[in-house]
C-alpha cells in the first residue's frame, strides 16, 4: 500500500511539473502592488480564497466570507489585505505592501458563487526586470465612450495559425483577453472585468475582438499574437483612445482659438506688407505728377517770355531795354 503511494505521489510529480500553467495576467513585482481580481457577473458571491500555487500544493493566504468576514493566514498577516471586501462588492482584489522576490509566483484566485458555482482567475507575478515592456503601437484607433470598438489583426505569415491570442498591456500588467486554439476550435472564457467579443474558427486568417459601449478605462495598448503550426509567432500592438466630452469641446476650442490666431497673424502681416507698399507708390505718383508740373510751369515761362533765357546783358545789374517799332494810322482826307 505504501508502495502504491508513493508511486501515485511520483506521477502527481511528474504530471505537475510537465503541466504548463495557464495564467490570465501577468503582474510586475513592486513593493506595493496589487493583485486584481473582479467577477465580472452579478452573481452572489458565497465565498472567496486566495492561494499561492507551489508544486504540490495551495497555500491559503486569504479568506472572505459575507458572514464571517476576512481571515487573513499567518505567514501573511502583517502583508496583504483586501482592497474592497465588502458584502455589495465583486472585487475580491488583495494588495500587498512591503513585496520582496519570496512572492514571485502564481496566485489564484477562488470564488464559490450562487447559481453558476465556482470561478478562478490565475495571476503570475514576474520579477520586474524580465516584465515584458510594452512595443511601440502599429496602429492606432480613437473612439467615443458609448460606442461599440472593433479592433483587427491579421497575420503576414503564411502559415497555418495554430493559436491566437489578445492581450491589453498596462505599465504594470498583463491581462489576457481572448485565447484560441485553432487545431481543436477551441476559446478561452476571458478572466478580464469587461465583455469582449472575439471569432476562433479554425482556417481563419484574419482576428478581432469587440468591446461594447467603451469608456474612458478601456484606452491603452492591445496586442494580438499569432503562432503557426511551425512554431513561428508574430505579433502586433495597436492604441485606442477613448475621448470624453471635456477633451471634445477643449479640442475645438483650441483649434477655433488657433484658427483666429492664425488669420489675426495673416491679417497683421498682409498689413505689414500693404503700408510700406502704399507709402512707395504715393510718393512715386507725388513725384510723377511734381515732374509733370514743373515741365508744364516752364512750357509756359518759354512761350510767354519774349527774350531768350541766354541773351547776355550789357552790364552787370543793368537791364535791357528793347525798342520796338511804332505804327500809327493816319485818318483819310477827302479832296
Known sequence: ????????????VYKARCEEIFWDTTVKLAKNMALECVYPSKDTLTQMEWFKIKTLERESIAIFNPTYRVIIREPYADRVYFSNST???NDMTLS?????????GFYSCFLHTFPHGTWEKVIQVVPSDS???AVPSNSQKVSEPGKNVTLTCQPQMKWLLQEVTW?????HQIDLLTSCNLSQGRSYTSKYPRQILSNCTQGMRRTFITMPHIMASDSGLYRCGFKASTGETETFVMRLIVTDGKTNNQSILFMAAGTALLLLLI???TTVIAIPYKRRRRR???GLFKEYWDTQNRATNNYRSPVPANQPSDGAG???YVNYPTFSRRPKTRV
Open 87 to 89: 458584502t455589495a462588492s
Open 318 to 320: 543793368e537791364d535791357i
Open 1 to 12: 500500500m505504501d508502495y502504491l503511494t508513493f508511486l501515485l505521489a511520483i506521477l502527481y
Open 96 to 104: 500587498f505592501h512591503n513585496a520582496s522576490e519570496v512572492d514571485v
Open 167 to 171: 492581450e491589453k498591456i498596462q505599465p
Open 284 to 286: 512715386q505718383k507725388r
Open 267 to 269: 491679417i497683421l502681416i
Open 131 to 133: 516584465f515584458e515592456t
